[in-house]
C-alpha cells in the first residue's frame, strides 16, 4: 500500500502541538483582540461587506501570527461582554476560534464535539432565517469547506480505535450524534432547500432573478447568508459524498450548477479549486475522462495564471497542494485516456515536466506501471472515509484506511480492464485498414481475442452519460467491416465559435477603456 | 443519436413512485430503508430499474452496517449488470465494503462484470451457467445482456459474421434465425449470404460504426452563451 496517502489534509503545514503552554488563559483579552471583535462586531452590524472581509482575511491571521501561534484565542465567555454578548456574533467568533484551533494545534474529542455543537447551533439560526448579516463570500465559503473538513477529520479520527482511551470511547458512545454522517448531510441539505437556491438558478436563467451577477451578495438590504451557504453546500455535498465513494450522487447534487460557466463557485479561489478537484475525480471514476481532462486543464491553466496573486493568502499552500494532486489526476486521465490535444500549452509543459518520464512508463503497462498508478492515485485521491462508528462491543481495530483501500482496489482493477488497449492503440495510430489476421498476429493474440479487445476499446471509450446518451472519449475511430478494420483519422475542429465570443468581448472591453480617456 | 440504449422501463405503480419521490426529497433518511428494500424487490418483479433509489439504499446500508442485507445487495447488483453499458455496477460496489464483496455470490456476479466489460461473452455465458441460482432470481437477466452484446457490437463493426453474433448472444440455430428475424424489422439488420464463410450480418448504422454520419456539433454554440455578448451586439 503506498505509504504516500497517508498525508495529513490540514489546511495548514504547521505541525499540530498539544496544548503545551501553561500560561494560556482563556479568560484573558489581550487589546488587539478587544478592538478586533468590537470593529468586527461594528462593521457586521453596518454590513460594510469589505471591512468584514478586511479583518477576517487579514487581522485574523495577523492577531493569530503574533499572539496565538500555538494556543487557542480567548474564549468566548471572556469577549462576549465587549460584543453586547450578541448571540450570533458569540456564534461565529467560535466557529473562527474552533478552525483556528483545528489549523495550529490537535483538537480533542471533547473540543471536536463542541465544534459540532457550534455548528448545530450556528446553522439552526441559519436557517431559521434570523440572520440579516451580510457576510464576505470567502467566510462563507470557509464554514462549509471546514464544516466537511472537520467532518471528515472526525471519521478519520474515530477509525483509530486502538489508540482511544477508555474515556474517549465512553464520550464517543455517550455523544454519538456528534459528526454523524447523517447530521452532516442532512445540514448541507437543509441549507440548499431552506436558501432555495436552486430555484434561484433556475429563476436565473430566465432573467428573473440577480445571483450570479451580484456574487450571490443582496444589494437591497436583505442577507446574503442563507442563499450563499446554500449554494456553497452543493459544492459540500459534492465533497462529502466523494469521500464515501458516492461519484453519481455527487456530481448529481452538482448539476444545478453550470461548471461551464463563471459563478459564485469561483469567485473563491478555495471553492473553485475544491469544486474543479471533485467535479473532477468523480469524472475520472466514471470514466468520462474526457470531461475530467477539460475541467482540470482549464483550473490548472488558471491557477498558474493568477497563482502569483495568491502568494499572501492563507490558503495558499492548500492551492499548491490541491494543484500537484490535479497534475498527477490529469496524468493518470491522460495515460488512460491519452487526448493530448485537450490540454492547454502551457499546462502541457508543466505536466510534462512532472510526470513525463512517468507517463510513458504508465503507458507501458506492467507491474511498474501499475505501481505508478497505484502511487499517483494514493498521492492525489480525497481522504476517503468510513461513515459509520465502530462496534464498541466488539476488539478494537483501526479501520481508517479501508475506504481508501477500497477506492484503490476499484480503480486498479479498472486500469487492469484497460490494460490491452495501450497495444492495440500504437497499432490503429500507424494504419488506415489493417485486417484481423494480420493485427492479430502482430498482437500476437487469437482472433476471437482480437475482436474482444477491440470491442473493449468502444466500450471503454464510449461511458452513458446522465440522460443515457452515449458519449465517445474515443481518441481513435475504427470499426471493422467483416474481418477488416478501418481506422478513421480524427481531427478536432478548431472552436472558432467560442473564439469569436471571446474576442467580441474582448473589443467591446478595449472600446469601452478607450471611450473612458479623455484627452486632455 | 445512433444507438438508444434500451433502458429497463421506470416504474409506474402509485406506491414506486412515492419510493421516488421519497428519495428526491429526503435522501439521507435512515427511516425509509424498509420502503427501499421493498422497491429493489418490486424492480425485480416488474422488470423496472431506479440507480437512485438504489444507491440510496446502499448509502443507508454504509452509514448502518448492521442494517444490511445480502440477498437484497445481491439483487441491486444484478439489475446494475443488466443496465450495462452503463457503470451502474462499478458505482454500487465503490460503496459495499470490501469483506461483503468477498462472499462466494459477490465474487461470481464481479467476474461476470469482468467478463462483459471486457467483452469475452464467451466466457461470460459460460460462467453465467454455472450460476444460474444466484441469476434466475432476476428475471430478464439474458436478455438485458443479450442487447448489451448487441450495443457493443454496434458501436464496433458494420458487418459481422454470424458465428460472432451467436457467441455473443449465446444463441444459435433456430432461435438465432428467429432473432434475426426480429432484429430486421426492428433494427433494419440485413442477412448476407457471403460465398463459404456463411452468413454476414450487416448491423444497423450509427455514427460509431459509421463515423462519417458523426454530427458536426462541436462547433455549435449553445444560445445560453450566445446571451451573454448580446447586450454587446444590441
Redesign the interface.
Known amino acids: 500500500m503506498a505509504a504516500t496517502y497517508d498525508h495529513d489534509d490540514h489546511h495548514h503545514s504547521n505541525a499540530p502541538s498539544t496544548l503545551s503552554s501553561t500560561d494560556y488563559d482563556p479568560n484573558f483579552v489581550p487589546d488587539s483582540v478587544k478592538t478586533f471583535v468590537v470593529l468586527l462586531y461594528r462593521h457586521i452590524r453596518e454590513k460594510n461587506v469589505y471591512e468584514i472581509h478586511q479583518m477576517y482575511e487579514t487581522t485574523f491571521h495577523t492577531i493569530s501570527d503574533r499572539k496565538f501561534k500555538d494556543t487557542p484565542w480567548p474564549s468566548v465567555d471572556a469577549i462576549a461582554p465587549s460584543v453586547d454578548n450578541d448571540h450570533v456574533f458569540c456564534l461565529l467568533y467560535r466557529e473562527m476560534w474552533f478552525r483556528h484551533l483545528y489549523a495550529r494545534m490537535q483538537p480533542t474529542l471533547k473540543q471536536r464535539i463542541d465544534s459540532w455543537d457550534n455548528y448545530c447551533s450556528l446553522f439552526q439560526v441559519v436557517l431559521h432565517g434570523v440572520v440579516n448579516m451580510q457576510l464576505p463570500n470567502q467566510w462563507l465559503w470557509d464554514m462549509v469547506d471546514e464544516f466537511v473538513y472537520q467532518f471528515q477529520s472526525f471519521c478519520q479520527y474515530r477509525a483509530k480505535m486502538k489508540s482511544k482511551t477508555e474515556q474517549e470511547i465512553a464520550l464517543l458512545r455517550q455523544f454519538d450524534q456528534a459528526w454523524s454522517?447523517?447530521g452532516v448531510?442532512?445540514y448541507l441539505?437543509a441549507l440548499v432547500d431552506k436558501s432555495m437556491i436552486i430555484d434561484i438558478l433556475e429563476r436565473e436563467?430566465e432573467g428573473l432573478e440577480q445571483f450570479t451577477a451580484d456574487d450571490g451578495y443582496d444589494y437591497n438590504g436583505g442577507s446574503n447568508v442563507l442563499r450563499v451557504l446554500g449554494y456553497f453546500s452543493m459544492v459540500g455535498l459534492l465533497r462529502v459524498h466523494c469521500l464515501?465513494?458516492?461519484?453519481?450522487?455527487g456530481l448529481?447534487c452538482m448539476r444545478p450548477i453550470d461548471i461551464s460557466q463563471h459563478g459564485v463557485y469561483t469567485t473563491v479561489i478555495g471553492s473553485h479549486i475544491t469544486t474543479i478537484y471533485h467535479y473532477g475525480f468523480a469524472n475520472l471514476?466514471?470514466?468520462r475522462y474526457v470531461v475530467a481532462i477539460r475541467e482540470f486543464n482549464k483550473i490548472l491553466l488558471y491557477i498558474y495564471k493568477t497563482k502569483q496573486y495568491h502568494q499572501k493568502s492563507p490558503q495558499y499552500e492548500q492551492i499548491l497542494k490541491k494543484n500537484e494532486q490535479m497534475y498527477a489526476l490529469l496524468a493518470i486521465c491522460l495515460s488512460l485516456c491519452p487526448q493530448t490535444k485537450l490540454v492547454e500549452e502551457t499546462v502541457n509543459s508543466q505536466l510534462r515536466e512532472k510526470y513525463g518520464e512517468k507517463m510513458s512508463r504508465m503507458q507501458r503497462y506492467d507491474d511498474e506501471a501499475f505501481a505508478l498508478y497505484d502511487e499517483l492515485f494514493s498521492y492525489a485521491c480525497p481522504k476517503f472515509i468510513t461513515?459509520?462508528p465502530p462496534?464498541y462491543d466488539e476488539p478494537l481495530v483501526n479501520y481508517n484506511q479501508?475506504a481508501y483501500?477500497?477506492?484503490l482496489?476499484?480503480f486498479l482493477?479498472?486500469v487492469k480492464?484497460q490494460q490491452l488497449l495501450y497495444g492495440v492503440r500504437t497499432f490503429l495510430k500507424v494504419y488506415s485498414t489493417i485486417s484481423l489476421g494480420k493485427l492479430s498476429t502482430y498482437m500476437e493474440v487469437d482472433e476471437?481475442t482480437l475482436?474482444?479487445i477491440?470491442?473493449?476499446y468502444?466500450?471503454?471509450t464510449?461511458?452513458?452519460d446522465a440522460d443515457?446518451?452515449?458519449i465517445?472519449n474515443a481518441d481513435i475511430?475504427f470499426?471493422?467491416?467483416?474481418?477488416m478494420v478501418h481506422i478513421?483519422e480524427s481531427k478536432?475542429?478548431?472552436?472558432?465559435?467560442?473564439y469569436f465570443?471571446r474576442q467580441?468581448?474582448k473589443l467591446?472591453g478595449v472600446m469601452n477603456d478607450m471611450d473612458r480617456i479623455k484627452l486632455e | 443519436?445512433g444507438?438508444e440504449?434500451q433502458?429497463q422501463p421506470q416504474p409506474q405503480q402509485t406506491t414506486a413512485h412515492t419510493v421516488e419521490q421519497l428519495v428526491a426529497v429526503n435522501?439521507?433518511n435512515?427511516d425509509i430503508l424498509p420502503d427501499l428494500e421493498n422497491y429493489v424487490n418490486e424492480q425485480v418483479m416488474s422488470g423496472s430499474y431506479s440507480?437512485?433509489a438504489n444507491?440510496?439504499l446502499l448509502?443507508l446500508y454504509?452509514?448502518?452496517?448492521?442494517r444490511m442485507s445480502t440477498p437484497i445487495i445481491a439483487r441491486i447488483l444484478i439489475k446494475a449488470l443488466m443496465a450495462m453499458?452503463?457503470?451502474d455496477f462499478?458505482?454500487c460496489?465503490?460503496?459495499i465494503?470490501?469483506r461483503v464483496q468477498m462472499e462466494e455470490q459477490f465474487k461470481t456476479l464481479i467476474v461476470l462484470s469482468?467478463y462483459l466489460?471486457?467483452?469475452?461473452?464467451?466466457q461470460f455465458w459460460e460462467e453465467a451457467s454455472k450460476s444460474r441460482h444466484i441469476l434466475e432470481a432476476v428475471p430478464g437477466f439474458e436478455q438485458a445482456v443479450q442487447s448489451y452484446a448487441v450495443h457493443?457490437?454496434s458501436?464496433?463493426?458494420?458487418?459481422?459474421?454470424r458465428t460472432?453474433l451467436a457467441e455473443a448472444i449465446n444463441v444459435e440455430g433456430l432461435a438465432l434465425d428467429k432473432f434475426l428475424e426480429q432484429q430486421s424489422i426492428e433494427r433494419g439488420w440485413i442477412v448476407e449470404k457471403?460465398g463459404g464463410k456463411g452468413q454476414?450480418i450487416i448491423l444497423s448504422r450509427n455514427e460509431?460504426?459509421?463515423?462519417e454520419l458523426k454530427k458536426?456539433a462541436?462547433?455549435?454554440?449553445q444560445l445560453?452563451?450566445?446571451t451573454?455578448?448580446l447586450p454587446?451586439?444590441g
Open positions: 454522517v447523517y448531510l442532512n441539505q436563467k464515501l465513494g458516492d461519484y453519481h450522487t448529481k471514476m466514471l470514466r461513515p459509520s462496534n479501508d483501500r477500497l477506492q482496489k476499484l482493477y479498472e480492464q476471437a475482436r474482444t477491440l470491442m473493449t468502444k466500450h471503454k464510449h461511458t452513458v443515457g446518451k452515449i465517445s475511430d470499426y471493422i467491416d467483416d474481418d478513421i478536432t475542429p478548431k472552436r472558432y465559435g467560442d465570443m467580441i468581448a467591446e | 443519436m444507438i440504449i433502458k435522501p439521507y435512515p440507480l437512485d444507491l440510496c448509502r454504509q452509514f448502518e452496517p448492521e453499458p452503463a457503470s462499478g458505482l460496489l465503490f460503496l465494503p470490501e469482468h466489460e471486457t467483452a469475452r461473452f464467451r457493443i457490437l458501436l464496433t463493426c458494420q458487418r459481422v459474421p460472432v457471403s454476414i460509431f460504426n459509421h463515423p458536426n462541436a462547433d455549435s454554440i445560453q452563451h450566445i451573454r455578448i454587446i451586439l
